[in-house]
């Protein structure tokens, strides 16, 4: 399990960079740069998946896909009215739940439910250990 630590810490910082940025698009509703957002998540998911595959934990990769996919789906939605403030919201329960992600890699706690999770399934493999 440590060779996913490395993958934690990039996925990480680069996450950490993109909700930063976000922040500052979200405050003044700049839909092009949230829009490239959505494409700066996707293409974190797509540098990271080979690595993720290897570990066997793809969630992640789906997560942060869906969210970007998710953040251009609307932006493609707003370019054919206006942004209104259900859309408002979904865009900070977005960020928010990736700044949850982002949280609990940093504060180590992701990497231990992954442990709880590795020794779950030892236990379930050989149940007399």
């Given at each position: 399990?440590?060779?996913?630590?490395?993958?934690?810490?990039?996925?990480?910082?680069?996450?950490?960079?993109?909700?930063?940025?976000?922040?500052?698009?979200?405050?003044?509703?700049?839909?092009?740069?949230?829009?490239?957002?959505?494409?700066?998540?996707?293409?974190?998911?797509?540098?990271?998946?080979?690595?993720?595959?290897?570990?066997?934990?793809?969630?992640?990769?789906?997560?942060?896909?869906?969210?970007?996919?998710?953040?251009?789906?609307?932006?493609?939605?707003?370019?054919?009215?206006?942004?209104?403030?259900?859309?408002?919201?979904?865009?900070?329960?977005?960020?928010?739940?990736?700044?949850?992600?982002?949280?609990?890699?940093?504060?180590?706690?992701?990497?231990r439910a992954l442990l709880d999770i590795a020794a779950r399934r030892e236990k379930e493999r050989h149940p007399s250990k």
């Amino acid at each position: 399990m440590e060779r996913f630590l490395p993958i934690l810490s990039t996925i990480q910082k680069r996450l950490r960079e993109i909700l930063s940025r976000n922040e500052n698009y979200m405050s003044s509703w700049d839909l092009v740069k949230i829009d490239d957002t959505g494409e700066e998540l996707i293409k974190l998911a797509r540098d990271i998946y080979p690595q993720l595959a290897e570990v066997e934990h793809r969630i992640l990769f789906q997560s942060l896909r869906e969210a970007g996919l998710g953040i251009k789906f609307r932006i493609a939605e707003i370019r054919r009215g206006k942004l209104k403030e259900e859309d408002k919201i979904y865009f900070r329960s977005v960020h928010e739940a990736l700044g949850e992600i982002c949280e609990k890699i940093e504060t180590g706690e992701y990497y231990r439910a992954l442990l709880d999770i590795a020794a779950r399934r030892e236990k379930e493999r050989h149940p007399s250990k």
